[in-house]
Each structure stands twice: as structure tokens, then as C-alpha cells.
């Protein structure tokens, strides 16, 4: 059984889309959790005006009834409110009228560090905020949304998912003072899953590694440059003797250098992966870029921004992690129902008597 996920939907847009294929019937969703994580996603220190806009709520077209999945797809929706500002500018269809509102005007210097130039270069596209606006990290709502579905799912079996910031005082600081000089920052966050039992994920092949998945899943959000699992880049400085988790009788580790994973799968400890995210690319002090339409040289879009969204990441890494463990869970324990999937993993971890 695999769980799958195909969203769209563009930042200004009138909605973001996602739809979850694999779910078995039976697990019971909580509108106020799902809700409570977009919240968590729009709340971080450092985030845009555009936060005072939008009070991301899920809607449920599919899929669910009186509260519980029924093993079709789920079809999950998250509205822009910012949508009412960009009617025109951002209509689907041939816009009726003249112009008003956000959007009319084409843009044309494109922005070091995001999708804008090399978005229009392989489209084809004459004007920028057709490469930036499915680009934006807005898209990441509707996927966090998913995550929390995916929480759900993995509550079942015990297993949970936390994000967050790595050094959340210095990163705070080190905001105000960006903004304070119009600049923006990245930052570092970690995910911690504990009650993954041995044996997600597999060595078998390259595609189904735990640690490639995992990586590939936050290599994958918006601005993250780096991944690194357990000790990640420190343990190529060690040696061999100093860099592993020696194996007690009741097989459980003191240490957990691996990360939780070693060759690709879960070896029972806790799961903790960290991405490093770039300074956002929109700047108020603008870069140097050219403009496409001249040729001349000339000075990047400006454009409200978020002087940070590193906590906003830490939420979006979480819902990414939950998503890749949901989806290794599915394809172990399998089951059509809830009540499937929950007793295959209660008759394995019986089985390896963990
Ligand atoms: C984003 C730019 C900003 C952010 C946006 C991501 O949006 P706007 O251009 O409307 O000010 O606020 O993030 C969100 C709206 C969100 O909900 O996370 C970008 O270019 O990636």
C-alpha cells in the first residue's frame, strides 16, 4: 500500500490543492489538529504582512465522512484570503475588466536565490510571477495539512513527529537584527520521531533508504540547501571506533550518532534529521539581476517578504518527515482498514519482541 500526495495551487491563486491517495478507512481526523499545525506553520518570529491575511483553515472535499477516512482520496483545501487582492492579476481565466488590484504589471528582474530566472527560461514565460508564484513557499500549507493527516496515521501506531528550531533564542536575535537592516536570515532545524520500530525503510534499493527519502522530502521544501541525519557531516571527522551506536543486550543503543538509521532503515531509536534553510531570497536592500525585457542591468524585484521563516520550517519539516514515515508505515504494515494496519504492526513488534 503507498500513500501519495499530489498538490498544486499558486501563492496568490484562489486555493492550494492537495490530494492524499492511500489512507486506509477507518482513522479518524481532527479538523482543530490539522488547523492547529497551519496555525503553528503562519505564527514564526520573522514572518511576512502577508501572515496578517491569511487564517489558513482546511477544507475537506473528499474522502472523509462524519470525521473518519473511508480509504478513497482525501482532497484537502487551503484558500488564499490574499486571493481577493490579485482577482485580476492572478485569474485563471482571461481577466474581465481593467486591471486593478495586485499583479497587473509584469515583472521583469528576476531575484538571486529563487525560482525567477530560471523559472522563465525553461517555460518559456515573458513575465516572472509566472515562474514564482507555484515557486513560493505558500504551496507548503496544503502540505502541512497532509502531515498533519499523516500524524494521525502514525498515532496510531505510537509513533510521533516533532519539529523544531535549532538554537531558537540566537535565531530570534539574529532576526531582529536582520530586520532591523532590512535583511533576511535562514537558520537550522531538527526533526525528532520517537516510536519508529526497526525496520522502515529499506537497504534493498536506493530509492526505498529511510535516510534517502527523508532527505530527498526536505531537500524538497522551499530554501532548505542541507540535510543531515543524526551527526550527519560531524561523523566524517571521527573514526569508526567513536562514530557508532554500540548494541546493548536488550539490542536498545546509548547513543544515537545514526540518527535513528543505519543502512537506509530504522533501527529503533529516535529518528532525528536536521535542514539547513537559506537567507529568503526577496530583499529590500535588492541585488544585483538584469532586466529581462531591456537587457540592462538593473536591481531585483522588491516585494514584501519574511525577514525569516525558519519556524515556519521547523513545522513544514515535521509535516515532511511525518509524510515520508506515514508512507514507509503504509508499505510495511499495509491494510485496507485502520484496524488492518494497526494489527499488523502490533503482530511485528511482537514478533521482534521490541
Ligand atoms: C513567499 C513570499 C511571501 C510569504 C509567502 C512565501 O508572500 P507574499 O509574496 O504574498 O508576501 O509570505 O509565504 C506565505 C504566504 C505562507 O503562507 O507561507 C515566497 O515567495 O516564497
Redesign the pocket.
Known sequence: MKLTLASAGE??GPALVAIVGGLPAGLELDREAIDADLRR??EGYG?????RI?Q?RVEVLSGLRHGRTLGTPLALVVRNA?HANWTWGMSPWPPEGEPSGKGTRRVTLPRPG?ADLAGVLKYGHDDVRNA?ER????H??VHVAAGAVAKALLAAIAISVEGSVVDEAGMRAAIDEARAERDTVGGTVEVRATGVPPGLGSYAAKEDRLDARLAAALMGI?AVKGVEIGDGFALAGLRGSQAHDEIRADRRRDTNRAGGIEAGVSNGEEILVRAAMKP?P?LMKPLASVDLETGEPGQALV????VA?VE?LAVVAEAAVAWELAGAAREKFGGDALVDFVGAHAAYVERIKW
Request: hydrophobic fraction near 25%; aromatic fraction near 0%.
Open positions: 501563492s496568490h506553520r503562519q514572518r511576512s504582512p502577508r501572515q491569511e489558513d490574499d529563487h514564482l515557486a513560493s513557499a505558500r507548503t500549507a522551499q529568503l526577496t516585494e514584501r517578504s519574511d521563516a515556519a
